[in-house]
């Protein structure tokens, strides 16, 4: 298998598993008992909420476990906007945010919420000034990811949340990191972000665990109410053994950063020179997007079938964005993607792990899937 689905899901590191299987086996408490095992659970669990806080250059305190990177978006913007938003009823953000938080934005909308979506300038940029002249004294929110998960832009999140910061001392910024984080340095006093959402299974952690930074003197009204865990803003029994992962997982990834980023970037170059030389193909990320996200559109074949086909030769690509099961979900458009190049878009992901010796294969099966496959 050849497995070029990165930003879907990650294969869980070594490391992850172990300390997922620790929690299950000897460390299976429940961190809020008194005893020892909760004890030992409640440590175990500590650990990996300082080693995440220690990545973003947090404290402990500001971290907030949940069940991934959704439940943090919704808790952001649901929780910042209940506490917040009694008088301030204007919500901005890009117009390419993933599902899990433009959905919560349009249900905010239906609550009476206006929502100010922005997009990209002509050339796929953001600019700081669009979102800074849409914020006024009204505004309550801004959120912006940091790296588009269908395309690979990266945003100016720390630009605009400066700019919007130094005019509206009180909106509160959020940013949905999932794609940045492990990839590029996200810090969360560098960025000038309030509120962070971070999710363990794009970190070759384990599916069902994220964190929300918060930043101390945020207050935020939870949306799962119960047994007052993490601090009573998100209730709950803690999944310990995903906790685990998590924190394993960041453990690992921190110290190899920049690394990483730059034997991605060395791969996103072939990637870019092989799929380049095949006719009709197109490159639609920019050269100074993420490197471990390649978006290509396939000259005109449909992405479910050039899917379908790479799959019966042992490749794994998406179509746009996985999460919309092969749903067009408007972003690409956003990103002067269309009609045909988008209809026939594909998403490349990789990961450090990735090979050159697998670029070549998929660029190879991508070729003979042009000539060979109709639609
Ligand atoms: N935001 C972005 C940018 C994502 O790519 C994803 C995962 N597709 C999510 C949020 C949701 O994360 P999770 O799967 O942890 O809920």
């Known amino acids: 298998m050849i497995y070029l689905d990165n ?15 620790e929690a299950m086996t000897d460390n299976f408490g429940n961190p809020s008992s008194l005893h020892r095992a909760g004890l ?9 909420r300082k080693t995440i806080a220690d990545s973003i250059g947090a404290e402990p305190d500001n971290i907030i476990f949940t069940s991934g990177a959704t439940e943090s978006n919704n808790l952001a913007l649901r929780g910042a906007s209940a506490a917040y938003g009694k008088r301030r009823r204007r919500i901005v953000a890009s117009a390419v945010e993933h599902a899990s938080v433009d959905e919560t934005l349009s249900d905010l909308e239906s609550k009476g919420f206006e929502v100010v979506r922005v997009s990209p300038r002509e050339d796929g940029r953001f600019c700081a000034e669009d979102f800074l002249s849409a914020c006024n004294e009204d505004t309550v929110l801004l959120t912006m990811m940091y790296v588009n998960n269908e395309t ?16 509206f001392k009180d909106i509160i910024t959020h940013t949905d990191c999932v794609q940045a984080y492990m990839k590029l340095p996200v810090k969360a006093n560098q960025l000038g972000a309030d509120l962070i959402s971070l999710s363990g299974h794009k970190i070759h952690g384990v599916k069902g665990v994220g964190a929300l930074y918060i930043r101390r003197g945020v207050r935020l009204i939870p949306v799962v109410t119960g047994g007052k865990q993490e601090k009573g803003i ?29 034997r991605v970037t060395s791969l996103k170059a072939r990637l870019t020179e092989l799929v380049s030389a095949i006719d009709g193909v197109e490159v639609n990320s920019p050269a100074d997007g993420s490197p471990y996200v390649v ?17 019966s030769r042992g490749i794994y690509v ?5 999460c919309s099961k092969g749903q067009q979900s408007g972003v690409l458009g956003q990103f002067g ?11 490349v992901s990789m990961t450090a792990e990735t090979t050159e010796a697998e670029i070549e294969e998929f660029a190879r099966a991508l070729a003979e899937g042009i000539v060979s496959v109709r639609g």
């Open 40 to 48: 030992n659970a409640q440590l175990a669990m500590d650990r990996a």
């Open 337 to 347: 993607i269309s009609g045909k190049r988008a209809d026939s878009a594909l998403r």
């Open 295 to 311: 978006n290509i559109s396939a000259a005109g074949k449909r992405s479910e079938i050039m899917l379908h086909y790479l799959e």
């Open 318 to 322: 998406s179509s746009g964005s996985a």
């Open 152 to 167: 690979g832009y990266i945003l100016p999140v720390k630009e605009t949340f400066t700019a919007v910061k130094r005019r």
């Open 7 to 21: 930003a879907a899901t990650t294969k869980p590191c070594p490391e992850a598993v172990q300390a997922a299987l």
């Open 234 to 262: 998100r209730s709950g029994t803690e999944s310990v053994p995903l906790i685990c992962a998590f924190g394993a997982a960041v453990e690992k990834l921190s110290p190899t950063i920049s690394d990483r980023y730059e």
